[in-house]
């Protein structure tokens, strides 16, 4: 019940009550200090997330460079074992394993991005809007959003692809059009809380339009968890495709360690590379992103955050 | 309500630069728990006053008397549910969208919460230059140049304007909530609580910049505070609220010393001692201000009144003058 | 000349944090006799808060008692185990904060918090406690008691949670209540109760009072001494009468003097220059040096060189000021 606003500075005269007085307490408040990205790379699991991340990008950027050959093309004899010449060995029709590691890199990485960024772009545009409108608005799109976390996004993949046919594209689709629930709801919430606070209310008094306010103040104080969200889903994206790709639903076409699990399977006791390398390939990418994505969040999340000060 | 006399209620000399009349702000309070079936919350019921150019009225009283809601309505922060707010003989509250822009250049306002008033993730300066670009007054060099032109006025130097808000201190951050305001060259501005979150020896100096700035430019001021010497100091002219109504208002000086209502007496004799010799009567109020969802009749302060005749929950007091220039709504003054 | 009930002796308590050493408290030291009321006044960071923290033995890490005694009746709490601590915190000194609703388990009635206070004190029955809460809550001035206690805390105003933490301090019948700003988030009408109670409890219990405010014309209205800090010292101590009458210390006469009471309607207030330093950085010599006008006039160099200790000018009255050495 908010008649006044929240007037209490007093209170903030109390949060001061650590040693270092108003100081500190400001401190507490300010979400973006400078200097603490530093501290961010002083966090050993943020290190390992964005080396790993990082590595996985640059293998993902520059598979033809490091794995010349087509991941299709017959390279040697069937089941070669891990050697100089093939380093990852070769799969039944003799396909090399390790150019089809490096050239599924891609595919995880284009799947697991574009599914995060088109979850992002709808999730902060469903959730900004119903959370600045409030209201009608609100409600509506709450709703709405309600209904799309009901659906089984991976059976509702199952589905799609069993229709319309394996391919990479319907499955970015589907998975797109399902995993945006979540980052709905963080955007909703933070849009919430920041637009009553007095700076933007302070910029309304200057003549800024309700549409500028959210652009310029509420979006950009907002993201930042959104965003450590997003990089969160890029891993479940990877997953999801794997898994689908795994029972034989991805695109035959398009070379993924998923595709190669899926063939690996029947060869698990004759040739165990087939199906170990993909499957690290897999951990260690998944790995990467969530680690550096649950740094992000620790960062940008105020709760988490101890400035200097007790208290 | 005494509606019809109220808006002449605070007559200045001058012409009104602002004249609110019986501005009422209801909420509707979502039923549940123990406030089921309860009205809708009336933060502000019937207020009306006026502020002429270059005067400060004080707006005091305790929290939840509605005071912020005043402040914030007379700006159109947010919207009223009735009455009438005039600002330069322009209607506030029916202006369209380019009209409402081109009033915020005239009417500004200094917010309590220093930090909380600035976007954390912009420099000062920035803050500043916001209001000149909205308003088309600069282009981005020329309003940085202005920016820092503002904040050197108010003592901040132009390294601080690149500095974040949580660079700054409390005091300092107060300068630059004083400075956006004073960018756009206003007539009047809505002071909420503008010394409160600031330390003792950091008041007095926010209070000289802003009385500085009175003489230099003839701002009108609109100061809300609890703090009674405070606005004492400040104000020409004093308003107190209860419970979303202004119950007396009058010049500072007579309000202070010969309060004709039963609550500012109260309120003066509720204050902390200049010096603890001084002992004196006090009048210790029971039980604290009610929330104001309940329906009323009669006088909204006759509950808790020392003073109060059986008369006073029956009827409610109109607010009229009760000596030249002096206004109350109580009984006593019959 | 009887034991002082508490008497603290050069007490510091530092915060070891990323950027440094913050010295909260650097070196305070005061005696309380039983039954007496001492205000401890200053601004935000001036280690009023911690120093009451660090007598209650609350000081948690980063922060630490790095130095100094706290002696109650005859017991040294500096150091003292965590069991001696809880058979004096909460039964014999008791504290009160700013916001009383934040101190409040929100989940709990109010006659339940009452007789944990009771349980940790006295030992009683749950019946016998819950009689007890009654009268306490009576006895704080809550009207309609038996209801009350079986209220939470979001059904009470800021005055009244107040005056139920008041009764929960009051449970263990303590000789000591630390007050920290007690009455700031509350209204002035309902400050002046709170106030009014707390005089009159302490009259009535005979318990010694330390109350902090930020507020000088608080600690006016209840304090028999004040002693007013600065960067994490005491600069100034003495009865209140003579803190308003004749103060020394040119911080003192700073605060006094630009209240707005002091000067004329609408004219410029006297200010204190410059702010409070910043506690990782703090001036050579005395901390206030770089804002004291008076320094300037008397051409003093000694305040730049070396902080100043305590004299006493008169009786009773202690200052840290090179003006008086």
Same mark, same amino acid.
């Given at each position: ?15 001061g ?13 300010a ?11 002083s ?9 790993l ?20 093309s017959?390279a ?49 545009v ?15 799109l ?23 046919g394996?391919?990479?594209?319907n499955?970015?689709?589907v ?31 200057l ?21 450590a ?27 993924s ?11 698990v006791r ?27 969040n ?14 | 309500?005494?509606s ?10 001058g ?48 929290s ?17 549910s ?10 506030v ?15 500004q306002i200094? =917010?309590q919460?220093?930090?909380? $008033? #600035?976007?954390?993730?912009? !420099?000062?300066?920035d803050? +500043?230059?916001?209001?000149? %670009? @909205? ?8 309003s ?30 107060q300068?630059?909530g ?10 009047l ?15 007095a100096?926010?209070i ?14 609109? =100061?809300?505070?609890?703090?009674? $010497? #405070?606005?004492?100091?400040? !104000?020409d002219?004093?308003? +107190?609220?209860?419970?979303? %109504? @202004? ?14 209502h039963?609550?500012t007496?109260a ?9 603890p ?5 006090r ?6 201000i ?6 009323q009749?009669?006088c909204?302060f ?5 003073d ?27 | ?24 408290v ?9 039954g007496?009321?001492?205000?401890l006044v ?16 609350l ?33 014999r000194i ?5 916001q ?14 009452i ?14 406690r ?5 009268e306490?809550?009576?006895r ?5 008691p038996?209801?009350r ?21 009051l ?22 109760q ?29 304090a028999?001494?004040a ?26 006469l700073?605060l ?12 410029r207030?006297?200010v ?8 990782l ?11 004291c ?9 000694a ?6 200790d ?16």
């Amino acid at each position: 019940m908010a008649l006044e606003r929240p007037v209490a500075l007093t209170e903030h005269a109390a949060s001061g009550r650590g040693p270092a007085g108003s100081g500190a307490s400001e401190h507490h408040r300010a979400r973006w200090e400078r200097g603490s990205w530093r501290r961010l790379a002083s966090s050993p699991v943020a290190v390992v997330g964005l080396v790993l991340t990082v590595l996985f990008v640059l293998v993902a950027a520059l598979a033809s460079y490091i794995a010349p050959t087509d991941p299709f093309s017959f390279a040697g004899t069937p089941f070669e074992r891990p050697s100089p010449k093939h380093w990852l060995g070769t799969d039944d029709l003799g396909r090399d394993v390790f150019a089809g590691v490096v050239h599924g890199a891609r595919t995880s990485l284009f799947v697991g991005v574009a599914v995060a960024g088109a979850s992002l772009v709808i999730g902060t545009v469903v959730g900004g809007v119903a959370g600045f409108a409030g209201g009608k608005v609100d409600d509506l799109l709450m709703r709405f959003t309600e209904l799309s976390q009901v659906l089984p996004r991976f059976f509702l993949a199952l589905t799609v692809v069993a229709l319309f046919g394996p391919g990479l594209r319907n499955m970015v689709l589907v998975l797109a059009l399902t995993s945006w629930e979540l980052t709905a709801r963080v955007a909703r919430s933070g849009v919430l809380a920041v637009k009553e606070l007095e700076y933007v209310t302070a910029a309304e008094a200057l003549g800024s339009s309700p549409w500028r306010n959210l652009r310029t103040h509420v979006l950009p104080n907002t993201i930042a968890p959104v965003v450590a969200l997003a990089s969160l889903q890029v891993g479940g994206a990877i997953l999801i495709e794997a898994s689908l790709s795994f029972l034989g639903l991805g695109d035959p076409n398009v070379i993924s360690w998923g595709y190669m699990l899926n063939n690996a399977q029947s060869f698990v006791r004759r040739a165990w590379w087939m199906s170990v390398f993909p499957g690290l390939a897999i951990a260690v990418a998944v790995l990467g992103v969530n680690l550096l994505g649950d740094a992000l969040n620790d960062f940008w999340n105020p709760r988490s955050r101890t400035s200097g000060a007790a208290r | 309500m005494g509606s019809a006399t109220a808006s002449g209620a605070t007559a200045t000399a001058g012409p009104a630069l602002l004249e609110v009349t019986d501005l009422v702000k209801h909420y509707r309070v979502r039923s549940g728990g123990s406030m089921a079936r309860s009205g809708p919350l009336r933060a502000v019921d019937g207020v009306s006053f006026r502020v002429a150019a270059g005067e400060t009225l004080g707006l005091v009283g305790e929290s939840g008397g509605g005071k912020t809601t005043v402040g914030l309505s007379v700006l159109r922060l947010i919207q009223p549910s009735g009455g009438s707010v005039t600002f330069e003989g322009r209607d506030v509250l029916a202006a369209g969208r380019t009209e409402m822009k081109a009033l915020r250049q005239r009417m500004q306002i200094v =917010f309590q919460d220093p930090i909380g $008033a #600035l976007d954390p993730r912009k !420099s000062v300066g920035d803050s +500043v230059a916001e209001g000149l %670009r @909205i308003q088309g007054l600069a282009f981005r060099s020329q309003s940085r140049q202005r920016a820092v032109e503002v904040l050197d006025r108010v003592g901040l130097t132009a390294a601080q304007a690149r500095s974040l808000p949580h660079e700054l201190s409390g005091g300092q951050l107060q300068r630059v909530g004083i400075a956006r305001a004073l960018a756009l060259d206003p007539r009047l501005v809505v002071c909420d609580e503008p010394v409160s979150a600031l330390d003792v020896s950091i008041q007095a100096q926010i209070i000289n910049l802003l009385l500085d700035l009175q003489a230099e430019r003839g701002l009108a001021y609109l =100061f809300i505070a609890h703090d009674l $010497a #405070l606005v004492r100091h400040i !104000s020409d002219r004093v308003a +107190v609220m209860y419970l979303g %109504r @202004i119950v007396e208002s009058a010049p500072a000086g007579e309000l202070f010393d010969n309060p004709a209502h039963p609550y500012t007496r109260a309120l003066l004799s509720a204050v902390p001692t200049d010096h603890p010799a001084a002992a004196r009567q006090r009048i210790v109020l029971r039980g604290e201000i009610p929330s104001a969802t309940a329906p009323q009749r009669g006088c909204p302060f006759a509950p808790r009144c020392p003073d109060a005749m059986a008369k006073c929950s029956e009827e409610t007091p109109e607010f009229k003058e009760v000596a030249p220039g002096r206004w109350a709504a109580c009984f006593l003054n019959d | 000349m009887t034991e002082p009930l508490l008497s603290v002796e050069g007490l510091h308590t530092h915060f070891f944090v990323d950027a440094g050493v913050v010295k909260a408290v650097d070196g305070v030291g005061f005696n309380i006799r039983r039954g007496e009321v001492v205000g401890l006044v200053g601004e935000s960071g001036c280690g009023k808060s911690v120093t009451s923290l660090s007598i209650a033995g609350l000081i948690e890490p980063p922060g630490r008692i790095v130095e100094g005694s706290v002696r109650f009746d005859g017991t040294e709490l500096v150091g003292a185990s965590e069991r001696v601590l809880n058979s004096v915190r909460g039964p014999r000194i008791a504290m009160i904060f700013q916001q009383p609703r934040a101190s409040l388990d929100p989940v709990m009635s109010v006659g339940r918090q009452i007789g944990q206070a009771l349980k940790a004190g006295t030992g009683m029955d749950r019946p016998a406690r819950r009689r007890r809460a009654v009268e306490l809550l009576d006895r704080v001035g809550i009207s309609d008691p038996e209801r009350r206690v079986r209220e939470y805390p979001h059904q009470l105003s800021g005055g009244m949670a107040q005056r139920v933490m008041i009764a929960i301090a009051l449970a263990g019948e303590p000789d000591l209540l630390i007050a920290d700003e007690p009455t700031t988030a509350l209204d002035v009408t309902v400050q002046a109760q709170i106030l009014e109670l707390l005089r009159e409890l302490q009259s009535a219990n005979g318990m010694a009072v330390i109350l902090i405010s930020h507020d000088l014309g608080v600690i006016a209205e209840i304090a028999d001494r004040a002693a007013v800090m600065y960067a994490g010292r005491i600069v100034e101590e003495c009865a209140v009468s003579e803190l308003y009458d004749a103060p020394l210390h040119p911080y003192t006469l700073g605060l006094m003097e630009s209240r707005p009471a002091a000067s004329q309607s609408k004219s410029r207030l006297r200010v204190i220059p410059g702010s409070v330093p910043v506690p990782l950085d703090l001036p050579v010599g005395c901390s206030f040096a770089p804002r004291c006008a008076p320094r300037v006039e008397s051409g003093l160099t000694a305040c730049t060189e070396q902080a100043p200790d305590p004299v006493s000018p008169r009786d009773g009255h202690h200052v840290r000021c090179w003006l008086h050495g």
